[in-house]
């Protein structure tokens, strides 16, 4: 019923930009947070930034003044400018949105299956 889905991975070089976006749809009665996370290879995923409903953002340190989380509450979608981009951010990318579904009505977490980010060196 709920769908969550990232575009605008890619391959950059190393200093290069990426804007990924996610839009979720579906049977959405409201969103919560929303937040992206990424996952290298022999790595754990780990949150990268995440955005509440009200505008607030929180990042990771290691991509603090680089990435900037956005959000359409309109469109129902999370953004993430990935500037200046370094080789270690290399990885697949995920959009986890809080949400309440009017299937549920009840507040829990969605997942988009990922898109993949290359930062060449």
């Known amino acids: 019923q709920v769908q969550l889905v990232e575009s605008g991975g890619g391959l950059v070089q190393a200093g290069g930009s990426l804007r990924l976006s996610c839009a979720a749809s579906?049977?959405?009665?409201?969103?919560?947070?929303m937040g992206w996370y990424r996952q290298a290879p022999g790595k754990q995923r780990e949150l990268v930034a995440a955005i509440t409903s009200g505008g607030t953002t929180n990042y990771a340190d290691s991509v603090k003044g680089r990435f900037t989380i956005s959000r359409d509450n309109a469109k129902n979608t999370v953004y993430l400018q990935m500037n200046s981009l370094k080789p270690e951010d290399t990885g697949v990318y995920y959009c986890?949105?809080?949400?309440?579904?009017?299937?549920?009505?009840?507040?829990?977490?969605?997942w988009g299956k990922g898109t993949l980010v290359t930062v060449s060196s």
């Open positions: 579906g049977s959405i009665f409201s969103i919560n947070d």
């Open positions: 986890k949105a809080d949400l309440v579904s009017t299937r549920y009505y009840y507040a829990m977490d969605y």
